[in-house]
């Protein structure tokens, strides 16, 4: 068994699931890795997104799939590729994302740089390496003359990252018919897999008054800001940290100059929640809201909105087929939870069982000490592979 990081995997049992050797399945990701991080692809940025979808979809077809394009104006395209099973039965479902938050030339180059065992690039954590890794398995499969065991479905969208907008509808649709649900998201950085994520909702709150003079007429305005400020403080009081509940006021503004009492102020507010019935409350909490100044005015508005993953009997059923066959590749799978929301949490809100995070190990998710470690690539196509064959 060689260990890298953490627990390792044996690396002989993955070059025999595979069919292919160790060195050879880590070159092949790896490259495929590089393609996709060399067309940079930040959220909204149409033309960018299109052309790498256009590049994943052939890339798809050529590992034996059906796929079908969904333009999303202004965002990009989104992708259903689909390839049959060995039985005919409800499909296994797997999403992954293209867009990036890395406005173009972030990382100076986008050619994927390696450096010691890791490999850094934008969005090469979130979440192009898995996206990478499911193609592979895919192409695989499909060279051996093989079939997974259930239909699969591959979802590959273009706006995780600002909120799914354009996707959510035909995310929520494929996850109802869906028999599980597999997210190569990056994984926990002890490789974990992630079996409870927090629900995210955003608001913005807008309070009104009355613009005037704040040295010569104070008295005939009336002022967004304390209006604000007062919303603020009950905004806050909602949070339960005993529940997982919690509340972050992320940016605000108010105002025209120091010396006028604003008429309009606002804030975004940031909602985290471990248990689904946190987020009704929050909500209603919120849309609720009333002036303290009766003169003023206080508007609401949800901006997004994800519900939890929670670690139902149905998740913990995927977690330990996905740790037997990570045993049988020399790797103890771990699991975890993150206060981060990803597509795995709608289909979770429908009703599907979702195993998120079989991305690979690494770190620095959204910033520019993104990386993934190169030696884990290998064990976790084994593992994308082995659930494809036995879910
Ligand atoms: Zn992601």
Same mark, same amino acid.
């Given at each position: 068994?060689?260990?890298?990081?953490?627990?390792?995997?044996?690396?002989?049992?993955?070059?025999?699931?595979?069919?292919?050797?160790?060195?050879?399945?880590?070159?092949?990701?790896?490259?495929?890795?590089?393609?996709?991080?060399?067309?940079?692809?930040?959220?909204?940025?149409?033309?960018?997104l299109?052309?790498?979808?256009?590049?994943?979809?052939?890339?798809?077809?050529?590992?034996?799939?059906?796929v079908?394009?969904?333009?999303?104006?202004?965002?990009?395209?989104?992708?259903?590729?689909?390839?049959?099973?060995?039985?005919?039965?409800?499909?296994?479902?797997?999403?992954?994302?293209?867009?990036?938050?890395?406005?173009?030339?972030?990382?100076?180059?986008?050619?994927?740089?390696?450096?010691?065992?890791?490999?850094?690039?934008?969005?090469?954590?979130?979440?192009?390496?898995?996206?990478?890794?499911?193609?592979?398995?895919?192409?695989?499969?499909?060279?051996?003359?093989e079939?997974?065991?259930?239909?699969?479905?591959?979802?590959v969208t273009?706006?995780?990252?600002?909120?799914?907008?354009?996707?959510?509808?035909?995310?929520?649709?494929?996850?109802?018919?869906?028999?599980?649900?597999l997210?190569?998201?990056?994984?926990m950085?002890?490789?974990?897999?992630?079996?409870?994520?927090?629900?995210?909702?955003?608001?913005?709150?807008?309070?009104?008054?009355q613009?005037?003079?704040?040295?010569?007429?104070?008295g005939l305005?009336?002022s967004?800001?304390?209006?604000?400020?007062?919303?603020?403080?009950?905004?806050?009081?909602l949070?339960?940290?005993?529940?997982?509940?919690?509340?972050?006021?992320?940016?605000?503004?108010?105002?025209?100059?120091?010396?006028?009492?604003?008429?309009?102020?606002?804030?975004?507010?940031?909602?985290?929640?471990?248990?689904?019935?946190?987020?009704?409350?929050?909500?209603?909490?919120?849309?609720?809201l009333?002036?303290?100044?009766p003169?003023?005015?206080?508007? *609401?508005?949800?901006?997004?909105?994800? =519900?939890?993953?929670? #670690?139902? !009997? @149905?998740?913990?059923? +995927?977690? %330990? &087929?996905?740790?037997?066959?990570?045993?049988?590749?020399?790797?103890?799978?771990g699991?975890?939870?993150?206060?981060?929301g990803?597509?795995?949490s709608l289909?979770?809100? *429908?009703?599907?069982?979702?195993?998120? =995070?079989?991305?690979? #190990?690494? !770190? @620095?998710?959204?910033? +520019?000490? %993104? &990386?993934?470690?190169?030696?884990?690539?290998?064990?976790?196509?084994?593992?994308?592979?082995?659930?494809?064959?036995?879910?």
């Amino acid at each position: 068994m060689n260990t890298i990081y953490g627990p390792g995997h044996d690396r002989d049992a993955v070059a025999a699931t595979l069919g292919i050797s160790w060195d050879d399945a880590r070159r092949r990701v790896l490259a495929r890795i590089g393609t996709y991080v060399a067309q940079e692809t930040p959220s909204a940025h149409q033309e960018l997104l299109d052309a790498l979808a256009s590049v994943v979809a052939d890339d798809l077809r050529a590992a034996g799939a059906t796929v079908t394009s969904d333009p999303a104006p202004g965002l990009g395209t989104n992708l259903v590729a689909e390839v049959p099973g060995d039985v005919d039965d409800r499909p296994v479902l797997l999403f992954g994302h293209l867009d990036t938050v890395h406005p173009v030339g972030a990382f100076g180059t986008n050619e994927l740089r390696l450096e010691g065992d890791r490999a850094i690039g934008p969005g090469v954590y979130d979440m192009k390496a898995g996206v990478a890794l499911l193609v592979e398995a895919l192409t695989l499969l499909h060279e051996r003359g093989e079939r997974p065991r259930r239909p699969v479905r591959f979802l590959v969208t273009c706006d995780e990252e600002i909120g799914s907008h354009s996707s959510r509808g035909i995310i929520e649709d494929h996850a109802r018919q869906a028999a599980a649900v597999l997210v190569p998201e990056p994984s926990m950085p002890d490789g974990g897999v992630k079996t409870r994520r927090k629900g995210v909702a955003t608001y913005r709150i807008e309070t009104t008054g009355q613009a005037a003079h704040a040295g010569i007429d104070p008295g005939l305005g009336i002022s967004a800001s304390q209006e604000l400020a007062h919303q603020l403080v009950d905004v806050f009081a909602l949070a339960d940290h005993a529940r997982g509940t919690t509340i972050n006021v992320g940016m605000m503004g108010a105002g025209t100059a120091t010396n006028v009492i604003p008429a309009k102020a606002w804030a975004t507010i940031d909602v985290r929640i471990a248990e689904p019935d946190e987020g009704e409350r929050i909500h209603t909490a919120l849309m609720a809201l009333q002036p303290h100044d009766p003169r003023a005015k206080v508007q *609401v508005q949800r901006t997004e909105h994800r =519900g939890p993953l929670v #670690r139902t !009997a @149905g998740v913990v059923a +995927l977690y %330990e &087929h996905a740790r037997g066959i990570a045993a049988q590749l020399g790797h103890d799978l771990g699991e975890g939870g993150t206060g981060g929301g990803s597509d795995g949490s709608l289909a979770a809100a *429908v009703g599907a069982d979702v195993l998120d =995070g079989l991305g690979p #190990r690494g !770190a @620095g998710a959204h910033t +520019l000490d %993104e &990386h993934i470690i190169v030696d884990d690539l290998p064990f976790r196509l084994a593992l994308l592979c082995g659930l494809l064959k036995t879910l």
